[in-house]
């Protein structure tokens, strides 16, 4: 990979990209969940103060009967100032050891006896300095705040009037609260009433939480969108990736057929040379006189019919790599292979036998190109296989559905280590006389295709097997598209 490619793209950076990603979403969800389950259980709250209210009034009426009547006179007496307070202390004890049960929930008592509020605890609004700096939850009036003070006022003179147990849900602006008064009996007579109040919407609630939702969405929104933005550029570099990726396969490839051309021309010069000697000593003795004469005419054709041989081979090696590719038929292709290999198989006393896999997906290709890779293949399976033997080609789909597999078996000698280590490279041959250019011609043709020609012995029985591996054809990209068609 080039060093420009090295810089843009930077795994570390994908990664942290990706990490950054996963961190706003998630970030962002949270966010969005937290509004949620804060709005849920304020609105459970609304719909479950009566039952709240309800629990910690019965309470507060079952403990503080008797307490509301303990210290007062039985019979219309003045009651101390003094007194009033300690009662006012005992009962607002009483009231603050029920009602931390219920959060939210303030309330107190009304005495009928001097139509006075006493035990008033859990104040839901901010208290004075004094009272913030007080160790304990109990403040210091006795009544209700003064923000509701009239509403409850008529509300527990009403319960007491009616000796009914009341509840409503009043706009207090700027609040809305809930409240339930009943009233207080002991041995048989009405004594007071018990009041608790919940406020539904608590300005100061309503102004933080109001806050912390637009905080939340915002951050929600915010991280949604920079996720999304990040995904797309994420996905950007990718494709810039895949198309690069594409690009230096093909440079790769391109570089390895230069190295074989390497080696091919070094053993041109060889090959070259044992036909040109011979065409010179011919071109000398007639030049001394002596022919020409029908042998040695023969013998100069012949030369010079290995010189082609040999050109044309290297044409074929040089131009191996196709740059029209199409979704192609494997199974026609070596159909078509076993049929033009029946000819000369039937001279050599050998079976072809076929065996195609039905359905095989698409796959990329010239089928000329291909027939070529087989027609050698079979080629040399015939010329290795004895009198009565069988040559097999097959094709399947391997497993994972990503490559097809074509192969011809014979039923050979099989192939030495020394043999498999070299047999693709051009010139190398183990026949008197072969060329050794035609199994290279066939890898080549093979990587044009994005593909593979791999060759080994067989474990099942004696002999070698060949097999061709093709991808199965897939939609490419206009991007990838214009890649190939810059390269190729």
Known sequence: MSGETKRRFPPETRTLQLIAVVILFASSIASLVWTVVVFVDREARRNSAGRILSEASNRMIQAGSAELTRMI????AEVADEHWLIINRRLAELTDSILRDYPGVEGGYFSEYGKKFV??????????????????????????PEREFDLIEIRVNAAIRKNKVLFGVESVPP????????????EGAIVGAAWTMMRIEDPLF??????GYLLASGFALAGIVLSLVMTIGLARTVRKQAVERNRLQTELRRNERLAALGKLLAGVAHEVRNPLAGIRSTAQLWQRG?????????????EVDRLEAIVSRLLQFSRAETSELAPGDLNAVVAEAARLAQGPAELEGVNVEVELEPGLPAAAMAPQALIQVFR?????????????SSIRLTTKVEPGGR????????QGPGLS????RHLFEPFFTTKSEGTGLGLAIAREIALAHRGDLKAENRTDSRGASFTLVLPVVAAETPAEKKVDAVFT
Do not use: C, H, M
């Open 175 to 186: 609040s809305t609260v809930a409240v339930r008064t009943a009233p207080v009996y002991y």
């Open 206 to 211: 309503v102004r933080t939480s109001t806050r």
């Open 73 to 76: 006179p039985r019979w219309p």
């Open 376 to 388: 050698n293949l079979t080629t040399n399976a015939l010329q290795v296989s004895p009198p009565g």
């Open 417 to 420: 280590p020394d043999v498999l």
């Open 403 to 410: 490559r097809l597999l074509a192969s011809v078996r014979d």
């Open 119 to 144: 035990g008033f605890a859990f104040p839901t609004e901010p208290l004075p300095v004094a009272e913030k700096n007080s160790k304990r939850r109990i403040p210091a009036r006795s009544g209700p």
């Open 290 to 302: 002596i022919g020409p004469d029908s042998e040695s005419a023969g013998d100069l054709i012949a």
